[in-house]
């Protein structure tokens, strides 16, 4: 059987991005509780996000938001990580969010920081894995905001996507 380069290099980046989901899930979570949620798009799913970034660039003036939906086009899959607003129950000790305590936070609409970080170290041992199986990758706030907004990630307040590329020359690398 002869396996075409393409598909070999479809199907390592499917197996990468299910080892990122992986390697998200299994990061070290605030007081172990986990309120993450992921997601793998590829082929036709990558439009809708695409064309909600160009709409949102529109709307805010963030030409970064095209140039990102361009990226994102160009991907074979994208990794989505999202995470629930979940207050950690910290009371009067914390205060990172701004706020005295956990209920005047929730009350404000307010973030929790600790959704933030577990977020940021599943983000971190996700792309670890992209570069550990040589798949060129890029964080996008833009991506995961678009994700966001056509609820492809039920309950999350938060996310952050990241594409993946096989080829001959990342489409990550010389933006503009």
């Known amino acids: 059987m002869i396996h075409s380069s393409h598909d070999a290099e479809q199907a390592h980046l499917l197996s990468t991005a299910q080892a990122m989901c992986a390697a998200a899930r299994t990061a070290p979570k605030t007081k172990g509780l986990d309120y993450l949620d992921t997601c793998i798009l590829t082929g036709d799913d990558l439009e809708s996000p695409a064309a909600k970034m160009e709409e949102l660039a529109d709307t805010h003036n963030a030409a970064f938001l095209r140039r990102d939906a361009g990226n994102l086009r160009s991907s074979g899959a994208v990794v989505l990580l999202g995470a629930k607003n979940v207050p950690r129950g910290i009371n009067g000790l914390c205060q ?21 970080m577990d977020l940021g170290i599943a983000v ?16 996008m706030f833009s991506a995961g905001r678009a994700a966001l907004a056509l609820g492809l990630l039920p309950d999350c307040s938060m996310a952050i996507a990241i594409p993946l590329s096989v080829s001959g020359k990342s489409p990550y690398f010389d933006r503009k």
């Open 124 to 139: 971190g041992s996700a792309s670890a894995i992209a570069a550990d199986h040589r798949v060129d990758s890029r964080v």
């Open 96 to 116: 990172y969010c701004g706020f005295p305590d956990c209920a005047a936070a929730a009350a404000a609409g307010a973030a929790c920081v600790y959704t933030s």
